[in-house]
């Protein structure tokens, strides 16, 4: 649990003392306003623009960044493929936009807290209990996925190097098996950490007292 949590990164800036729910907001908005830009000149200055966000974070911000690099193939992979069915622009567009949005997501992620995360989250999410739903628990699994991506990239990566410290050869089958056999491990302690914490499965009803004879 500790380590889904440890990707709030504390500090005084502005986008800390935002609220969760206006940061939220704007990442929506961001995301809508994002998807259709097709220059790629454009998307290199956004991309410039949230990393000088990163920066003034200091290096923690930048290290943050580098979290990210195990990203890269699957970036270079949509690159080829885009620039294969399309043309060498749309392909630099595909991946400077989806390194844009995730570089904008992270940045919510790491300037607020989980439960202020839960707490706004909740709030859109209230409606549905006229549906038998808890808001409180499906904030609690939105803000657990906003957490779980970058920490399944570090296990990654970690996972990756030390692969590539014993073995000259690329990582294959195995790196896989290992690294889905970790995070089933680290989603059972989450789920086993919510159970103490009162979050598990609601509790059955008490059966009916039985009628005296």
Request: some cysteine; charged content about 15%; overall charge positive.
């Amino acid at each position: 649990m500790a380590a889904v949590i440890a990707g709030y990164l504390s500090g005084p800036s502005l986008l800390h003392r935002l609220p969760a729910g206006v940061k939220l907001v704007a990442l929506a908005v961001l995301s809508v306003f994002i998807l259709p830009i097709g220059d790629p000149l454009i998307l290199a200055c956004v991309l410039a623009a949230v990393v000088l966000v990163y920066a003034g974070f200091g290096r923690r911000g930048l290290l943050r960044i580098l979290e990210w690099r195990s990203l890269l193939p699957l970036l270079a992979i949509i690159f080829v493929l885009q620039v294969w069915a399309a043309s060498l622009s749309v392909a630099a567009a595909s991946v400077l936009r989806i390194a844009v949005m995730v570089l904008i997501a992270d940045l919510v992620t790491l300037s607020t807290r989980m439960q202020d995360m839960m707490d706004a989250l909740a709030v859109p999410l209230k409606p549905l209990a006229r549906f038998g739903l808890d808001p409180e628990r499906l904030s609690l699994a939105v803000a657990l996925v906003l957490r779980f991506v970058p920490v399944l990239l570090e296990s990654w990566r970690g996972r990756e190097e030390a692969w590539r410290a014993r073995s000259p050869r690329r990582p294959g089958l195995v790196l896989i098996g290992a690294f889905f056999s970790g995070a089933l491990g680290t989603a059972d302690q989450v789920a086993e950490a919510l159970d103490a914490r009162g979050f598990g499965m609601p509790d059955k009803p008490a059966p009916p007292p039985r009628p005296n004879p």
